[in-house]
C-alpha cells in the first residue's frame, strides 16, 4: 500500500468512524504504529484531521474530503464510466459538465479521443469546475467556458449568484453531471444546495441530461435535489448496479449504460 492509499483509507475511516486510535488503524492497515503516527500528524499539517493524544478526530463540525483525496476510490469503474460518456459526445457539441471525480475523468476521455484532436472548435466545454477548465484549456481545440463564482476547496467548483447568471445565459447540448446520489423515486442529488443549484441550471439548460455516477451512488438519497429521474435522459454506471434499481430507473424513462 502506498502512502497516498494509506492517507485515502485513514481518511476514509475517519469520516465512517468519528475518531481513530493509533494500534486499531496499524493493525487495520498492515503496517505499524509509528507509521500511522507519522501519517496523521502530516495530514494534520494539511488540516485534514485534527491530532490528538492516541489518534485523531475530524476537523471540525462538517467534513467532506478534498476532491484530491477523493480521485482513488473506485478508480477502475470510474474509468470505465468517463470512456462511456466520452464516447456518447458527439464533436462540435456543446457540453457542460459539473465538478467531481467522475466528471474529471470524462474531461480527461475527451481529451484521449483522436477524433476530437482538431477542430475549431472541436467542443465547447462549459464548466464551474477550476480543475476541469485547467486540464482542457491547455488544448486549443476545445473552447472552454468557465463560470465566474465562488470556489469551494474541496470540490474546485465556483457557485453562487455571479455562477449562475453566467450559466442562465448560456445553451448546451448535453450536460454531464456528477452526483452524490440518484434514486429512482427521489432523483439526483448532492450534500450541498448551492452545488444542487448550479447543477440543476444546467440540467435546465441543456438538451440531453448525462449522469455519470458509480453504482455506489445509486438506489441511495443526499440532501440537496438537483433534478427529479424524470428529467435525466442517460445514466452511465457500472456493473455493479443492481438490477432491481436499474429496472426502476428504466421504468421511469431513463436510458441506463453499464460500463
Known amino acids: 500500500m502506498t502512502r497516498k492509499e494509506r492517507w485515502q483509507t485513514l481518511l476514509d475511516l475517519l469520516v ?3 475518531e481513530l486510535e493509533v494500534e486499531p488503524a496499524a493493525e487495520a492497515l498492515g503496517v505499524s504504529a509509528a507509521t500511522i503516527r507519522r501519517d496523521l500528524d502530516q495530514l494534520a499539517e494539511q488540516q485534514l ?5 492516541g489518534g485523531a478526530v475530524l476537523h471540525g463540525v462538517s467534513y467532506e474530503l478534498p476532491l484530491r483525496y477523493r480521485t482513488s476510490r473506485r478508480a477502475a469503474e470510474k474509468r470505465r464510466i468517463s470512456e462511456t460518456v466520452a464516447a456518447l ?6 457540453i457542460g459538465l459539473t465538478g467531481g471525480t467522475t466528471t ?11 477524433d476530437l484532436a482538431t477542430g475549431s472548435p472541436a467542443l465547447t466545454v462549459v464548466t464551474n469546475a477550476l480543475n476541469i477548465a485547467g486540464e482542457l484549456v491547455i488544448r486549443p481545440q476545445f473552447k472552454i467556458v468557465l463560470t465566474g463564482g465562488v ?25 454531464v453531471v456528477g452526483v452524490d446520489a440518484f434514486d429512482p423515486a427521489d432523483g439526483a442529488a448532492t450534500r450541498h444546495e448551492d452545488e444542487a443549484a448550479m447543477n440543476r441550471l444546467l440540467c435546465e439548460r441543456a438538451r440531453r441530461v448525462v449522469i ?3 453504482s455506489s451512488k445509486l438506489g441511495v438519497r443526499a440532501f440537496a435535489r438537483i433534478v427529479p429521474t424524470d428529467a435525466v435522459d442517460v445514466l452511465v454506471t457500472d456493473t455493479g448496479l443492481a438490477p432491481s434499481v436499474a429496472e426502476a430507473f428504466e421504468a421511469a424513462g431513463v436510458e441506463v449504460i453499464r460500463a
Open 16 to 18: 465512517e468512524r468519528g
Open 151 to 175: 470556489a469551494r476547496p474541496q470540490s474546485y467548483e465556483l457557485t453562487g449568484p455571479l455562477a449562475m447568471e453566467v450559466l442562465g445565459q448560456l445553451s448546451v447540448d448535453t450536460a
Open 104 to 114: 474529471t475523468e470524462v474531461a480527461r476521455a475527451l481529451a484521449a479521443r483522436p
Open 49 to 53: 484531521l485534527v491530532r490528538t493524544r
Open 212 to 214: 455519470a455516477a458509480d
Open 89 to 94: 459526445i458527439v464533436p462540435g457539441e456543446v
